[in-house]
């Protein structure tokens, strides 16, 4: 597993503007170090910021990433994602460049890869973190100087080199788990059923997934299932639900017009020993290919608290699931005390915004500097947010009126059991 595939980003401050020909020189130089290591990427760059992507196997990015880091061109070096993908968003790139600021370059040959062949909305990359970061770095992010027209920009990272270790290691020592699936207990399924409610992503007009949510077997509320559970029983039932989430949900994907991700709870943490929570995690993966179901179409929803008592396991888990391109949301995010610490150390795809901090947000100035906060901070860190349980016309447009474009909500569909509702989408006055 040393040839793990990860993405590494960074942000740094130039030394002095460099001009086209200090560019091309710089660009020759990176494309044949990258093209002899086999990494890839994307660098877009002003006259004061440069702001890389980096792709391919986790020894040559950091190799890549040593030399990039002594060079004296730049300084201020900021890592801002590092992290397993289960594929490349720029393989054609031994490295693509933008440059922003177009009064320098013009038209010079070689430059604006980026701009020239995908136009500026950076489309043909695929999408991931890696486009959203670097369309966060278009409009402005992650500039660490004031703005043309003097208003402030983001704080300086003078942090130089803060590379981390790897959260991977710990896993690639760790022997891989055995196939195969526990097979549902016999009977399993007499005893609870599951709901589906949709998750939308109201500037499409479309839904984006379907979160599975437990129910029991006349449709009676989560809890009466999970409440009388505890230790391993607990455990063993989390996996069966989302097996059986896993199930229905491919019985009724014909329903849909397109096929879309399903969200599935996890519980990270507990009693079990690593190995059997590695399993865990297979076996969602293998019974989701079983139903038709792509691993990137999975999305695993930890709850902030359950993740951090775990949390340098969790890291390793997490990480091993992404090389296959399951994704991670965090559930109820703002509900448990470390969430924003969480963030630090593990980035997810994405964040659920807790419901309370929904409640009734647009007359309650705490929520709305808080939730702002939290917009600000994904957006730096390529990562959507689901504003969930969305109840009233009042709580939604307050948060699309702050851009929020992904939502989960009895304003929008409640859960139905055994269904994939469809959701209704109001109108924005
Ligand atoms: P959750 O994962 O945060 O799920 C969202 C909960 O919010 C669901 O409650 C859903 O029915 C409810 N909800 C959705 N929209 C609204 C709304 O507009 N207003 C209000 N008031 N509520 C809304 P539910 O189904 O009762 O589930 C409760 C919790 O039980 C879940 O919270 C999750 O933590 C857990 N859970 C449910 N199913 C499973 C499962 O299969 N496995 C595991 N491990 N946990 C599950
Ligand atoms: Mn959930
Ligand atoms: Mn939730």
């Known amino acids: 597993m040393h ?9 740094s401050v130039a030394t002095r503007p460099l001009d086209d020909a200090g560019l091309l020189d710089l660009l020759s130089q990176s494309r044949a170090r990258n093209a002899a290591l086999g990494v890839t990427g994307m660098l877009l760059l002003d006259d004061e910021n440069f702001f890389q992507v980096l792709e391919g196997p986790q020894e ?13 061109r730049h300084q201020g070096l900021t890592i801002i994602i590092r992290e397993p993908v289960a594929q490349r968003a720029f393989s054609d790139w ?3 460049c933008t440059r922003l600021d177009t009064s320098q370059s013009g ?9 020239g062949d995908c136009g500026p909305g950076l489309t043909g990359v695929t999408d991931g973190r890696a486009r959203k970061l670097l369309q966060a770095f278009r409009d402005g992010h992650w500039h660490s100087r004031p703005d043309a027209d003097g208003s402030a920009g983001a704080v300086r990272h003078e942090a130089g080199h803060t590379a981390h270790a790897s959260p991977a290691t710990a896993l690639q020592r760790r022997r891989r788990p055995a196939r195969g ?11 609870f059923s599951v709901a589906f409610q949709p998750i939308v992503d109201v500037g499409r007009r479309r839904v984006l997934a379907y979160e599975a949510l437990v129910r029991g077997r006349n449709g009676e509320p989560a809890r009466s299932v999970l409440d009388p559970l505890r230790g391993k029983a607990l455990y063993r039932f989390d996996l069966q639900a989302r097996l059986h989430a896993i199930q229905v949900a491919g019985e009724l ?3 849909l017009d397109r096929p879309c991700q399903l969200h599935l709870n996890l519980l990270a943490g507990g009693q079990s020993d690593d190995d059997s929570r590695m399993r865990a995690l297979q076996d969602t993966v293998d019974a989701a290919a079983r139903h038709g179901l792509q ?43 470390s969430g924003l610490n969480l963030l630090a150390d593990f980035q997810p795809e994405t964040i659920k915004l807790d419901m309370h901090l929904v409640r009734g947000i647009s007359r309650h100035g705490p929520r709305q500097a808080i939730v702002r906060g939290v917009l600000r901070t994904c957006e730096d860190l390529g990562i959507d947010v689901i504003a969930e349980g969305v109840e009233t016309l009042d709580e939604y447009h307050w948060l699309r009126s702050e851009g929020v474009l992904l939502y989960q909500g009895f304003l929008f569909a409640s859960p139905g059991l055994r269904q994939l509702p469809r959701p209704h989408y109001p109108r924005v006055h």
């Open 3 to 11: 040839d793990r595939l990860i993405h590494l980003i960074y942000h």
């Open 181 to 191: 699936v526990a097979p549902l207990r016999f009977g399993a399924h007499d005893r």
């Open 94 to 96: 031994t490295l693509g």
């Open 107 to 115: 038209l010079t040959p070689g430059l604006n890869d980026a701009l």
């Open 60 to 72: 040559a990015v950091d190799a890549v990433l040593a030399s990039i880091s002594r060079d004296a």
């Open 295 to 337: 691993a990137s179409q999975l999305v695993l929803e930890l709850s902030e608290t359950e993740a951090v008592d775990n949390y340098a396991r969790f890291l390793a888990r997490a990480n091993h699931c992404r090389s296959l391109g399951v994704q991670f949301a965090l559930d109820d995010f703002g509900a448990g005390h």
């Open 253 to 255: 994907a014909h329903e």
